[in-house]
């Protein structure tokens, strides 16, 4: 390629040489011989030719020497053409075209040979320049991708006229879009939510940014926002699309629980002012004062052991407690707390056995929570265990685990209730938990207290035919 380009140059220069140079000729030697035909006082023809002879051949060697000193000339600004223009801006060709199928460029390798100065050198820095920007462009593209792929909110960035320009996967499960779902209206119509893109786009200050939907089971919260160019000119609408199911149900057991501590906190109470009230309105017999003053205790005694639970829940929530664990054997841990329920356990005459089927080693765990876990599990298969029940205890090993086994002959829990069985306040019958002195929270703090040992509970159970509670507690390691 550069030896046609170089031919052609010294082709063309020395075509335009010989030309000029031959007009001039011409004319020189035309104009010289009617000079000297001219003259008068040349009389002699002899003279006069020979005369014009010499002229001639002077200038017949001055044209040759000016034609090969032309052509030197010539030669010699072909070649500089070639070396400073030409070939620079060849190599500069290849170089784009590598660039551009992908292939490794030799500008920098061609400056370490000095095969490329000059104009070459500027053209290969920028060349490089413009690769480096255009990696860098690329690599934040990338970088840009991979964080809207992964993100688990949603993002959708729509153009002036509504169409999609982008749209996350996220963006596509939550709002359930649909390859024909691809301008703003149709997606937010389906959505029956009522936002008009020009008011986002001109009055997002006087707008409601924000709106709830709520999707089957699912509720999403949408904020709209204007995208603006580099001249701060309204360029499109962008939606971030968050799942806030979890807050919602959240705020929900928020509510709840507050309602059912109120409820909790209100009953004991009315029970102590009405038969405070009773006793100040009038006189009683002893028989008499005596059980409405045992309802008083019992009704404060009930409001105390509910606060005392809340306090602890309110502990494990705001990591207030800390654990202790320490060394002990856990089957003689059961063994105490059976003696402890032993006088609830004769009162209905239940059939109590305690196995321990291994050679269980030490556990190290918090031992006061541990045992109040204990205590919860056995108290609650006493309560809800008929007359003349049976309840077997098993504490045995298995991996690098300590378990305690409570399975009873009671009353049971229902199928549909045993998933809700931790919630707080939570009970299967309401009206008889509270007549038995529950709170609702036994289970939550035993579950809490068990976490915090890296332990776990695990409860099986089957309407009229009993519950199987399994406790863990990791061992020393």
């Not at 609408?237 to 409820?263: G, P, Y």
């Not at 404060?300 to 502990?315: E, I, Q």
């Not at 207030?320 to 707390?337: P, S």
Request: glycine share 6%; net charge negative; charged share 25%.
């Amino acid at each position: 390629m550069i030896k046609n380009v170089q031919l052609k140059i010294i082709i063309i220069l020395t075509i335009i040489g010989i030309a000029i140079i031959a007009g001039i000729g011409g004319y020189f030697l035309i104009n010289l011989q009617t000079i000297y035909l001219s003259i008068p006082s040349v009389n002699n023809i002899e003279i006069l030719q020979s005369n014009l002879s010499n002229v001639i051949s002077k200038g017949t060697w001055i044209l040759g020497y000016a034609l090969f000193g032309f052509l030197v000339i010539a030669i010699g600004i072909a070649i500089y053409v070639i070396t400073k223009i030409a070939l620079p801006i060849n190599r500069l060709i290849d170089s784009a075209r590598k660039v551009a199928t992908g292939e490794e460029t030799k500008i920098e390798e061609a400056k370490k040979t000095k095969e490329v100065d000059g104009i070459a050198d500027a053209i290969g820095m920028m060349t490089i320049e413009l690769k480096e920007n255009l990696s860098e462009v690329s690599r934040q593209k990338n970088q840009i991708e991979t964080i809207l792929l992964h993100m688990t909110d949603g993002i959708i960035a729509f153009n002036m006229q509504g169409d999609i320009m982008l749209v996350n996967p996220a963006a596509t499960r939550l709002l359930r879009i649909m390859p024909e779902d691809d301008t703003f209206e149709k997606i937010f119509e389906k959505l029956n939510v009522d936002i008009n893109m020009e008011k986002i786009i001109y009055l997002d200050a006087w707008t409601s940014s924000e709106e709830r939907v709520n999707l089957g089971d699912k509720y999403i919260n949408l904020f709209f926002a204007p995208l603006k160019d580099e001249l701060d000119r309204p360029d499109g609408v962008m939606v971030v699309i968050q799942d806030i199911t979890e807050h919602v149900k959240l705020d929900n057991m928020r509510k709840e629980f507050v309602a059912d501590v109120s409820h909790e906190l209100k009953t004991p109470i009315t029970s102590i002012m009405g038969y405070a009230d009773t006793l100040l309105e009038g006189e009683y017999d002893k028989q008499t004062q005596d059980k409405f003053l045992g309802v008083i205790a019992t009704e404060a005694r009930r409001m105390a052991k509910l606060v005392t639970d809340l306090l602890a829940l309110s502990r494990f929530d705001n990591n207030q407690d800390n654990v202790k664990k320490e060394e002990f054997d856990l089957g003689d841990l059961v063994k105490a707390c059976q003696e402890k329920v032993q006088i609830e356990i004769d009162k209905k005459h239940h059939n109590v056995e305690c196995f321990v089927t291994a050679n269980v080693p030490p556990v190290c765990a918090d031992r006061y929570g541990i045992e109040r876990v204990v205590l919860n599990i056995l108290t609650n298969s006493i309560k809800y265990t008929p007359e003349n029940g049976n309840i077997k205890i098993y504490v045995g090993f298995v991996y690098n685990d300590a378990y305690i086994k409570v399975i009873d002959s009671g009353i049971g829990i229902p199928e549909d209730d045993l998933s809700r069985i931790f919630d707080r306040f939570y009970r299967v019958d309401k009206a008889r938990t509270r007549e038995m002195g529950g709170t609702g929270l036994g289970l939550s703090i035993a579950k809490e207290i068990l976490d915090k040992n890296d332990g776990s509970i695990d409860i099986k159970s089957e309407y009229g035919k009993g519950t199987e509670v399994v406790i863990r507690v990791p061992t020393k390691k």
